[in-house]
T-cell receptor
Framework: QQQVKQSPQSLIVQKGGISIINCAYENTAFDYFPWYQQFPGKGPALLIAIRPDVSEKKEGRFTISFNKSAKQFSLHIMDSQPGDSATYFCAAYHRGAQKLVFGQGTRLTINP | NAGVTQTPKFQVLKTGQSMTLQCAQDMNHNSMYWYRQDPGMGLRLIYYSASEGTTDKGEVPNGYNVSRLNKREFSLRLESAAPSQTSVYFC????????????FGSGTRLTVV
């Protein structure tokens, strides 16, 4: 049972465009929502994260939008660059269970 | 360099063979985790160790065993490998109660034929 659903599975964006990846969850016990970036041959690395009491968080070209009532959150990458080509995972953290649950992943390709 | 070290990086096993994946961290973290990554499935938790001396099952524990050897090391054992265990395995560690403190190793790519 996938507790965090992520879409799309793959995404191709032109350089300079906006990349958008969406995630949805069901369990209201999740209380922290990080995004991880993974390059080929490497492990995932924390990119940006948000708490549910905030609707948006921006770090450089990366923005998380969070809709608590809809139980959805998304990652926006502005001015996408070829170096952003990677696999992106959304995740949800259950503080009580001390566990991190991942979405299915999105393979992002930025064409030059 | 500080971080999580996994060995081996690649391994091919025959069905029924056994092997142990090794993981060591040098950040003095209390908690350690084993995940497997499969296309379209994301990362799924196999086993974790919240602190030295404890281990617990994750989402997909069947066919695996773990040992928390000491605070630094957490190994994953496949007693009788099956083709369904072909995957990329990631070890991670973090300090307890810090939700964004996960540090992942570079992974072990395992193929079972």
């Amino acid at each position: 049972q996938q507790q965090v659903k992520q879409s799309p599975q793959s995404l191709i964006v032109q350089k300079g465009g906006i990349s958008i990846i969406n995630c949805a969850y069901e369990n209201t016990a999740f209380d922290y929502f990080p995004w991880y970036q993974q390059f080929p041959g490497k492990g995932p690395a924390l990119l940006i994260a948000i708490r549910p009491d905030v609707s948006e968080k921006k770090e450089g070209r990366f923005t998380i939008s969070f809709n608590k009532s809809a139980k959805q959150f998304s990652l926006h990458i502005m001015d996408s660059q070829p170096g952003d080509s990677a696999t992106y995972f959304c995740a949800a953290y259950h503080r009580g269970a001390q566990k991190l649950v991942f979405g299915q992943g999105t393979r992002l390709t930025i064409n030059p | 360099n500080a971080g999580v070290t996994q060995t081996p990086k690649f391994q091919v096993l025959k069905t029924g063979q056994s092997m142990t994946l090794q993981c060591a961290q040098d950040m003095n973290h209390n908690s350690m985790y084993w995940y497997r990554q499969d296309p379209g499935m994301g990362l799924r938790l196999i086993y974790y160790s919240a602190s030295e001396g404890t281990t617990d099952k994750g989402e997909v524990p069947n066919g695996y065993n773990v040992s928390r050897l000491n605070k630094r090391e957490f190994s994953l054992r496949l007693e009788s490998a099956a083709p369904s265990q072909t995957s990329v395995y990631f070890c991670a560690s973090r300090e307890l109660l810090i939700p964004d403190g996960y540090t992942f190793g570079s992974g072990t790519r395992l193929t079972v034929v």
